[in-house]
């Protein structure tokens, strides 16, 4: 499993598991499904009313904890500094865990202006060791500068949606620019539609692979941290199997011309 090393030192697998839209009780089935395929990191939220299940199936694994990343976010309704404290007490109450890995805001909600606040929450919960690294999800370059402007610690981590039709090559220049590692939430498009693209079967077929791999493949390659959902055992197994293959230059030009600015989730200029 290839790593990547944040701007604190800290290291995250660049492949996860992701559980959103995912019920509590096969949340736990599925990360245990993923956890005996091999995957470390696991990404769950608030929002996603399965951190418990998602934190069962991480004690029942036998895994040791330092082995594992676990990811959760603050939802929006959690913004400000005391609500944010009390979020990740609630939040570590549901995983049943002493340490998070990484700790983000879900969406910097523009219009309650409490993110930056929010951000000096977090940035106590790292400076006392409750959290390993801190970052955010959603922010755009605007919402970025705002709150590097502000910040005391730089964020580890921007996860936003990207996938070969909503590429984000701005975003992630910024992102690269600033010490910040770049996540792809529905790294696959959510699935069906994208999956089908013939630029994609076409290269899937060159290499004897799935759709699927390819485009887990190229998120790899462009440095992308990536956490692909499912709740289909093969399908789980197959996301992982990534890193015995190359797409080459062709292919990443190739799947770089799919690129339409396609939003499938809110924009996060207006969200929340
Ligand atoms: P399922 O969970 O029923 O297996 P994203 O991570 O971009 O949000 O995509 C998740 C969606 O893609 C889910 O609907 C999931 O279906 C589907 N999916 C996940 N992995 C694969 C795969 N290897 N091949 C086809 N569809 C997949």
Redesign the pocket.
């Known amino acids: 499993m290839n790593t990547i090393t944040l701007n604190n030192g800290v290291t995250m697998p660049q492949l996860g598991f992701?559980v959103?839209q995912v019920a509590d009780d096969e949340a736990e089935s599925a990360v245990a499904t993923a956890l005996s395929a091999g995957y470390r990191s696991i990404d769950t939220a608030k929002l996603y009313h399965n951190e418990a299940g998602v934190g069962r199936a991480v004690r029942e694994s036998g895994i040791a904890r330092d082995e594992l990343f676990i990811t959760t976010k603050l939802w929006n309704d959690e913004h400000g500094y005391d609500s944010a404290l009390r979020a990740f007490d609630a939040s570590m109450e549901r995983l049943g865990l002493d340490v998070l890995d990484l700790y983000l805001i879900h969406w910097p909600a523009p219009a309650q202006d409490k993110y930056v606040e929010t951000w000096k929450a977090l940035e106590k919960l790292y400076a006392d060791g409750r959290v390993r690294a801190i970052g955010v999800s959603n922010f755009t370059v605007q919402t970025l500068d705002r709150l590097l402007d502000k910040a005391d610690v730089v964020p580890a981590v921007n996860q936003i949606e990207l996938?070969p039709q909503l590429a984000q090559d701005a975003l992630r220049a910024y992102d690269s620019a600033h010490g910040i590692a770049t996540e792809a939430w529905?790294?696959?498009?959510?699935?069906k539609g994208l999956?089908d693209e013939p630029v994609l079967t076409r290269i899937a077929a060159k290499h004897d692979r799935?759709p699927?791999q390819v485009v887990l493949r190229w998120h790899i390659q462009l440095g992308n941290v990536v956490i692909?959902?499912?709740?289909?055992p093969e399908?789980i197994r197959?996301?992982i199997d990534v890193f015995d293959f190359q797409l080459d230059p062709a292919d990443m030009t190739e799947i770089a011309s799919m690129d339409a600015g396609r939003r499938l989730g809110p924009d996060p200029a207006t969200f929340g």
């Open positions: 992701g959103w996938h529905s790294p696959l498009g959510q699935g999956l799935t699927a692909p959902k499912s709740v289909t399908r197959q996301n």
